[in-house]
C-alpha cells in the first residue's frame, strides 16, 4: 500500500492564487513535516527515499548529479538531504508558498511559483534530476499535463515524478481530484517526452539511449 504524502495543493497558472499561497503557512508545515504524530514522512524515511532517487539519477548519468530542481520543495527539505550525499550540488526550489520563500528562499534557494510557471522562471536550461515529490496528485489534468511538459524541457539526466493512479491503493490526503489510470498517467509522460524505467523515475527521450530496452516501459 502507497503511502501518499500529503502536501500543497498546487493551483498554479500564470498568476499564483493568493489564498492558496497564503494556505500554506509556519502552521501548515510544522504539523505536516514536524509534528511526531501528523508528519507524513520522518527523516529516515526521507533520508532513503533521497538516497535511491540520487543513486538512481547517477546510474542514469554515469556521473555524479551536480545540479537538481525540485518543484513544489515546500520549505527545501531534499535540499540538506541531498547535500549530505553531494556537499557541492546546486539545488533550485520552486514553491507556491510565500512563508516558505519568504523564510526560505534567499538561504535554500527557492524561488516562488509552480509547476506551470518554470518557463517563465529564472532557471537553468536543464538539471541532471528534476524532483517533483509530493504534489502531482493535486494537478487537474490540464495542469498536470501542462506542467509536465515543462518539466520535460528541464530534465537534462532524470526526473523523479511521484504519483499515484486509480489503479493503487493508498493512505493519507486524498483530497485530490479522482486519479487517472496507470496507462493514462504513461500516456502523457510519453506525450511530454518523458520514457518510464521503474519506480516513479523518468529519463527525457534524447537520453533513453542511457538506458537499456528491459529498463524502460
Known amino acids: ?15 499564483l492564487n493568493d489564498t492558496v499561497a497564503a494556505r500554506y503557512d509556519q502552521a501548515y508545515f510544522d504539523k505536516w513535516y514536524r509534528h511526531p504524530r501528523h508528519r507524513v514522512k ?11 532517487v540520487l543513486g538512481t539519477a547517477e546510474f542514469v548519468l554515469g556521473r555524479a548529479v551536480r545540479t537538481v530542481l525540485d518543484v513544489g520543495c515546500g520549505e527545501g527539505q531534499w535540499r540538506a538531504a541531498l547535500r549530505t550525499h553531494r556537499p557541492r550540488l546546486v539545488y533550485d526550489g520552486v514553491d507556491p508558498s510565500t512563508y516558505a520563500v519568504a523564510r526560505y528562499g534567499a538561504t535554500r534557494g527557492i524561488r516562488l511559483g509552480g509547476i506551470e510557471d518554470l518557463d ?11 524532483i517533483c515529490c509530493g504534489m502531482l496528485n493535486y494537478l487537474a489534468r490540464p495542469q ?14 532524470m526526473a523523479y515524478l511521484e504519483l499515484f ?10 483530497a485530490w481530484p479522482t486519479p487517472q489510470s496507470a ?5 502523457a509522460m510519453r506525450k511530454a517526452g518523458l520514457w518510464p524505467i521503474g519506480m516513479q523515475c523518468y529519463v ?3 537520453s533513453k539511449d542511457r538506458v537499456s530496452a528491459l529498463e524502460r516501459w
Open 1 to 15: 500500500m502507497a503511502l501518499f504524502h500529503r502536501h500543497r495543493s498546487q493551483l498554479l497558472g500564470d498568476a
Open 165 to 174: 493512479t486509480g489503479d493503487d491503493a493508498f493512505e493519507g490526503d486524498t
Open 144 to 157: 498536470l499535463v501542462r506542467g509536465v511538459r515543462q518539466v520535460a524541457r528541464r530534465t537534462g539526466g
Open 120 to 130: 517563465a522562471l529564472p532557471l537553468r536550461e536543464a538539471y541532471d534530476l528534476v
Open 183 to 187: 496507462t493514462w498517467y504513461r500516456t
Open 42 to 52: 520522518s527523516p529516515a524515511e526521507l533520508a532513503r527515499q533521497v538516497a535511491f
Open 204 to 206: 527525457p527521450s534524447a
